[in-house]
């Protein structure tokens, strides 16, 4: 949890882009750490066969500008992060007392669906540069394919998990709208189905 909360930050407070990267990429390093750490034996060799590539194509970057190794990187953090989400949430739903790891897990499981999206966002930026629109206010930091237009994605991404929506960055693009409307309905879903059950099982043993 500590760690998901030093990426979404560190994303957006530096404002140099190397020391961005190099920071971002030392945090998702630790991440993957604690991932392999945290499974369990079944689940430890698919675990780091994700975390070896996503390790990899994430510090390959800063040996090419090239925005095909961008497109892997991302793709491989979007892999990793949707099956760590995963692995989460089958965890959380399988306690059957709620502990202080049960929502602590659940609120991990949320912040990596944040983090999972924002990559899968940029790769849309790569391979398709006018899939979002940005108003002007936050036009000067969008410059793709580089790795400034992440931070932004990023809170977007979260503005969409949770319905917030500012409209300072819309969906252009079919794809763009598609990714978007689908994150929204998961963060909503998330909310009412799995926060219910956790509320609904605290509350059963609680009169108990």
Known sequence: MVVLLALSSLVNVVDDQRWREMLIDVTFSVMLLFALWSVGRRLRLPTALFAAVAFTCHWSLHLTNSPIPRVWAFASSTAFLSFLTLVILVAVLRDAIITADTIVGALCAYFLMGVAWASAYSILALVSPGAFSVSPALASQWNPPGMPFVPLLQYYSFTTLSTVGY??????????????????????????????????????????
């Open 167 to 208: 409209g300072d960055i819309t969906p252009v693009t079919a794809g763009a709208r598609t990714l978007s409307t689908l994150e929204g309905i998961t963060g909503q879903l998330y909310i009412a189905v799995l926060i219910a059950r956790l509320v609904g099982i605290h509350t059963t043993h609680a009169t108990k």
